[in-house]
């Protein structure tokens, strides 16, 4: 049987699947569903995103759990605002440390870690900064409030080598942000619409077409 260590790190499977799903831990069954799609799929990461009441325990829980269940899967934590933070979820066993913003003491915990660091950016200096302080892969964060594609040429048209990763995208979003040179895509609640969120078969088969969609390989 497979070992957690023997899991690809988060970075390796956004950069070959070019999707990193992200979830709330709060309920079990859900958590569950999208571990069973994505080992499924060939998705081999999920996050888990620190929203709302018990969401950091839940996730250092399912962090556990997940490990044991499927050990395959490289879990990580998302919605990380500072060092503290980040410090007790790589203690846990996060594989990957995921920010809305870029905070270098956090990139720092997770380099001291070898743990993998997603952090947020939206304008192009906040993306600069974040690669001069260790991000490989910097997510665009909020997508949603702009026209992503448009930015991201423009961005891109100066920046050629950067690794810019949209989320919280849906499944017809995808192709106009490949075009736009995309280099993967956070992905969660909205990819279902409006799919059974505890229906493993349904999840499974809307990550598929995203990696379609994305252009990405399966593990």
């Not at 892969?137 to 991201?152: C, D, E, G, R």
């Not at 690794?163 to 979003?173: C, K």
Request: proline share 8%.
């Amino acid at each position: 049987m497979s070992s957690p260590s023997s899991a690809p790190s988060p970075l390796a499977v956004l950069a070959q699947t070019r999707l990193l799903p992200a979830i709330s831990p709060l309920d079990d069954a859900v958590v569950n569903a999208w571990a069973d799609a994505c080992v499924a799929s060939g998705v081999l990461a999920l996050e888990l995103l620190l929203r709302g009441e018990g969401a950091e325990p839940a996730a250092l829980g399912a962090i556990k759990r997940l490990a044991a269940s499927h050990p395959r899967l490289a879990v990580g934590v998302g919605t990380v605002f500072d060092a503290a933070t980040a410090q007790r979820v790589c203690a846990a066993g996060a594989r990957i440390v995921v920010s809305p913003i870029t905070d270098a003491p956090t990139g720092a915990v997770c380099a001291a870690a070898g743990v993998d660091w997603l952090p947020g950016a939206f304008t192009p200096t906040e993306i600069a900064f974040a690669e001069r302080s260790g991000a490989t892969q910097v997510k665009l964060f909020p997508a949603l409030a702009i026209n992503a594609p448009a930015f991201l040429r423009s961005v891109l048209a100066t920046r050629p080598d950067s690794r810019i990763a949209p989320t919280n995208v849906s499944l017809e979003e995808i192709a106009p942000l490949v075009a736009a040179g995309a280099a993967g895509f956070g992905v969660g609640e909205r990819l279902l619409n409006g799919a059974d969120p505890r229906s493993a078969a349904a999840i499974t088969e809307r990550l598929r077409a995203a990696i379609v969609a994305a252009g990405g390989v399966a593990y």
